[in-house]
């Protein structure tokens, strides 16, 4: 059933045209209702089912080049009119600015038609498996755990749902609606065996699929869990120095979100943090190196029909065979520096104003096998699981290797753990020297100013031909 | 306002009309108010209205649900309760959590009063005038890219159907500078300082622009450092880090679940050097975050963890307390499956046992790393396995004098760090985390690019 219906328009008109006669030079107004179910399952019995209902609005009043390109975003939970209307006073007092009143504004007509991208959605929520049927495939994931792997202390399957419904209005005509659903389903281990531990974990993204779960290949996930469980428990640490290494694709795809991707957003252009600055037509990587950004492909964890400032999203060609060709902007972005919107407005919930962020970004395709990457090198490090990583204020980055081995002479050595790449982009993005012919895309969660949101990270297998590793 | 009394009364006819005679409730509710500036212009302002509601009820098998919402009124209770009635159905019926028997024991109230929150219009020039000040300190620095004043009041409650009614208020506020700093021909810079107060008022704003220029100039002539192993000393901030991402080691529901580095034949165990001791205090003065009661409504306390060494006590919910023998210690979260985690360290020397080696100095050290801050912690510390790999901002020490480091990561297994440390270095240092000295530690791995 829709919450976010014609109901809303009134309302919505009357917050935008009362923000405008208040001398806002443009009201947007974002609203949420969300339906959450988080899933867990430990050893042979589940052990946690966590629904959440929210509801909420952000908004946001705009003040242009005249007034320093400023904004105020007030976000609630009170959906009441009343409530609304003291979110844009508090709003518009954050901008000098003060409600005159019952007038509206002249030139504001009132919203258009809404444009729904929910219609054909209506019904995934309730599409969406049920209790029963995510339990069954949690314990199914942790009984084939316990059959393939040795030495387990700890097994668990996690499930999470994310249904949500938004509504975007701004006083320039947007007037948008979406439904989008979120499912991530996840096996992890830790085992022991002395002083020997390894933790290992696999996750699986779906989007806009309710069914997705049912097609989830436990027993392979299992599988390929208990295979790495098993080289890493006993793994030695890496020996730290500055090596060439070879990502392996999907997730090693971090890499580039984190070292550069970020950096090409315009919420870093406005700070002056980001290396780029002005360096559109310049070669700043590899020419073997083109990176994409898009919101658009079937299935990926990053696609969205609209944006969460209500703009379809774009396939956005970041860098070109090494040349800086675009950056990710969103509405303030295009205000504020100058580069036009891409889609690319995005945020975790009501309580987050939009920012420019990324959605499925890779590094395309190049003409080598992976073979050919790792026969390239004499002593290096094949990084074939990625972790975790971040970058900082000056774009020195950094990521955990889960599971490497050793590059000897061409070959594929013992594996090694404890790995760290540290650099920096404008060091590190020359170096990328040979992509492989094996484009792959990974579903991740991405943290930044405006919280975290579902994105996906690929590439091919990658060969950075000098990079610091920190170890032992 | 939160009214306890109400949402009780409301929460027990729902409760009846859905047949049930166990059930808890928390609640929050809060008002924020944030700003940012850039180049002495208010860039981001914000502000929210929170409310939460998470209701939890017992069905008559015995089995636990439990549901969220962000609706306060009579329908998102009703929503809550309903939602929880509902999830009941797959409660776990091995290992359930019970309401906790000392939710209604009498409750000593933290001595402090909501501070009076600003006008956003006074935050943004305070901050516009931190900025400025910040910028003045040094020619090289020309940017403050991330900086935030932000105030926020708000109150808690918990109820629960053993007739407790718990409820506190609290107000916050907090400020953080991170500046910029480039000399022609060299990489940028950066470093910054936090302060936290219970009031915009309370805010050292002076002390966190000296604090975050000095850092950020100390940064300015940096080196590589080479690859090898080092004596570290730790900033009270970075070994509060380390310790709380490794804070599985006192946490009942991690031993419990086999994924903490103890078990429970741990206690009793000497996991440290005698001189180091380790309290968890939720209700420090100096903790901003203090609560009275946790997500069960158990008072909270100053426990020991670690004296003289030895591991001498975990972390419970009331779940675990049960299984343990013990009684629950006040750091229950409120779940289905209930999640236990620390408050705030009080890391300092055992009574009686010295401060270890009292000569080490770290403006007299001869080759000692000196870990300022450390990063990515979220994914370069392996905490069921004890290990970490984590880039640091910090300096070289030759000869007493200190150099920047350029890029760097320290490493090692905090099982062994317990067992390498050779002094506390000074008066215990309040920081957002907790309480702590400087710490010196032998033998870890330093990953440079010399």
Redesign the interface.
């Known amino acids: 059933m829709s919450f976010l219906d014609s109901f809303w328009q009134q309302r919505l008109e009357l917050l935008l045209s009362t923000g405008r006669a208040a001398g806002a030079d443009l009201v947007e107004v974002f609203l949420e209702r969300g339906d959450r179910l988080g899933?867990?399952a430990?050893q042979e019995?589940?052990?946690?089912?966590?629904?959440?209902?929210?509801?909420?609005a952000g908004v946001r009043v705009f003040r242009g080049k005249d007034h320093?390109y400023?904004?105020?975003?007030?976000?609630?939970?009170?959906l009441s009119e009343a409530?609304l209307l003291?979110?844009l006073d508090?709003?518009l007092?954050?901008?000098?600015l003060e409600r005159n009143g019952a007038a509206a504004a002249a030139d504001f007509q009132g919203l258009p038609e809404l444009k729904d991208y929910g219609t054909s959605k209506q019904g995934w929520l309730d599409q969406s498996p049920g209790?029963?049927v995510i339990?069954e495939r949690l314990l199914e994931g942790t009984a084939r755990l316990e059959q393939h792997a040795q030495h387990l202390?700890?097994r668990r399957g996690s499930y999470s749902r994310d249904w949500q419904e938004v509504m975007v209005a701004a006083s320039d005509g947007t007037f948008a609606r979406d439904l989008r659903l979120h499912q991530t389903l996840g096996l992890s281990v830790?085992a022991a065996d002395g002083e020997h531990?390894?933790?290992v974990a696999r996750r699986f993204g779906s989007t806009d699929h309710p069914d997705d779960l049912l097609v989830w290949d436990a027993d392979s996930t299992a599988r390929d869990i208990a295979a790495s469980t098993g080289t890493m428990l006993y793994a030695d640490?890496v020996d730290?120095?500055?090596y060439p290494v070879v990502l392996a694709n999907k997730f090693g795809g971090v890499i580039f979100h984190e070292a550069c991707g970020h950096l090409l957003e315009t919420t870093q252009l406005?700070?002056?943090?980001s290396p780029f600055a002005g360096r559109i037509g310049e070669p700043i990587a590899h020419e073997a190196v083109t990176a994409i950004d898009e919101g658009l492909s079937n299935r990926h964890f990053g696609s969205i029909a609209m944006d969460d400032e209500g703009l379809e999203p774009q396939r956005t060609t970041l860098i070109e065979n090494g040349v800086l060709k675009a950056f990710l902007s969103d509405r303030a972005g295009e205000w504020r520096t100058g580069q036009p919107r891409t889609g690319s407005g995005r945020r975790q919930s009501y309580?987050f104003?939009a920012a420019s962020r990324m959605r499925n970004t890779f590094i395309a395709a190049g003409p080598h096998s992976p073979a050919e990457l790792i026969g390239s090198i004499d002593n290096g490090l094949y990084c074939k699981v990625m972790?975790?990583?971040?970058v900082?204020?000056?774009?020195?980055f950094?990521?955990?290797v889960e599971e490497g081995y050793l590059i000897e002479n061409g070959e594929l050595g013992k594996p090694v753990?404890?790995?760290?790449l540290?650099?920096?982009a404008e060091t590190v993005m020359p170096r990328i020297s040979m992509c492989a012919n094996d484009l792959d895309l990974a579903a991740g969660f991405c943290g930044s100013v405006s919280g975290s949101v579902y994105v996906t990270v690929g590439q091919p297998h990658v060969k950075v031909d000098s990079i610091?590793?920190?170890?032992? | 306002m939160l009214n306890s009394d109400l949402l009780h009364d409301q929460l027990s006819a729902l409760a009846q009309n859905h047949g049930l005679s166990r059930w808890d409730m928390g609640a929050s509710c809060s008002t924020d108010l944030s700003v940012q500036v850039d180049r002495g212009k208010a860039h981001q302002l914000k502000g929210a209205q929170r409310s939460a509601v998470t209701v939890r009820v017992w069905n008559s098998d015995g089995r636990v649900g439990i549901t969220s919402c962000s609706d306060l009124s009579a329908d998102g209770l009703a929503q809550a309760l309903s939602g929880a009635a509902e999830a009941s159905a797959f409660g776990d019926l091995q290992d359930p959590p019970d309401l906790s028997p000392r939710s209604t024991e009498s409750l000593e109230p933290l001595k402090r009063e909501p501070q009076a929150t600003r006008p956003i219009q006074e935050m943004v020039q305070t901050l516009i005038s931190a900025e400025q000040r910040l910028l003045d300190c040094h020619p090289s620095i020309g940017t403050v890219p991330y900086n935030g004043l932000s105030q926020r009041r708000g109150e808690r409650v918990y109820l629960n159907s053993l007739g407790a009614r718990r409820h506190e208020e609290r107000s916050s506020a907090s400020l953080y500078l991170y500046a910029r700093a480039e000399e022609a021909g060299r990489k940028p810079r950066s470093a910054g300082a936090v302060r936290l107060g219970h009031g915009t008022d309370e805010l050292d704003v002076q002390g966190c622009i000296d604090e975050a220029a000095e850092l950020t100039i100390s940064h300015l002539d940096y080196a590589p450092i080479d690859t090898g192993t080092y004596t570290c000393v730790f900033s009270p901030e970075a070994f509060l880090d380390l310790m709380g991402a490794f804070s599985n080691l006192f946490n009942a529901r991690s031993v419990l679940d086999g994924l903490s580095l103890s078990k429970r034949e741990s206690l009793g165990e000497s996991v440290a050097v005698p001189f180091f001791s380790l309290w968890d205090d939720a209700r420090h003065p100096a903790n901003l975050g203090a609560s009275a009661f946790d997500g069960e409504g158990t008072p909270t306390a100053r426990l020991p963890l670690i004296e003289g060494g030895v591991l001498r006590q975990f972390l419970h919910s009331e779940g675990t307390a049960r299984q343990f023998g013990v009684a629950s210690t006040g750091h229950a979260g409120m779940g289905a499956k209930v999640s236990v985690s620390p408050d705030w360290f009080e890391i300092g020397a055992t009574p009686g046992a010295g401060c270890g080696d009292a000569s080490l100095n770290r403006f007299q050290a001869d080759g000692v790393v000196w870990i300022d801050s450390l990063s990515a912690l979220h994914a370069g510390v392996k905490a069921s396995q004890g290990a970490f790999s984590l880039p640091f901002d910090g300096w070289l020490v030759k000869g007493g004098e200190r150099r920047s480091i350029e890029a760097a990561t320290v490493a090692g297994d905090i099982r062994q760090v317990l067992k390498s440390l050779l002094a506390f270095e000074g008066e215990a240092q309040v920081t957002p985390d907790g309480l702590c000295p400087h710490v010196w530690v032998e033998g870890l791995a330093i990953t440079g690019e010399a």
Do not use: C, H
């Not at chain 1, 406005?270 to 943090?273: K, M, S």
């Not at chain 1, 972790?387 to 971040?390: A, K, T, V």
């Not at chain 1, 900082?392 to 020195?396: L, R």
């Open positions: 899933v867990m430990e019995r589940v052990t946690s089912v966590s629904p959440a209902f929210v509801s909420g320093g400023r904004d105020g975003f007030v976000s609630t939970n009170d409530g003291q979110a508090q709003a007092g954050m901008l000098g209790v029963s339990a202390q700890a830790l531990r390894a933790s640490y730290a120095g500055t406005e700070r002056g943090t309580a104003s972790g975790g990583g971040s900082g204020p000056t774009g020195q950094n990521f955990s753990k404890g790995a760290t540290i650099g920096d610091t590793v920190g170890g032992r």
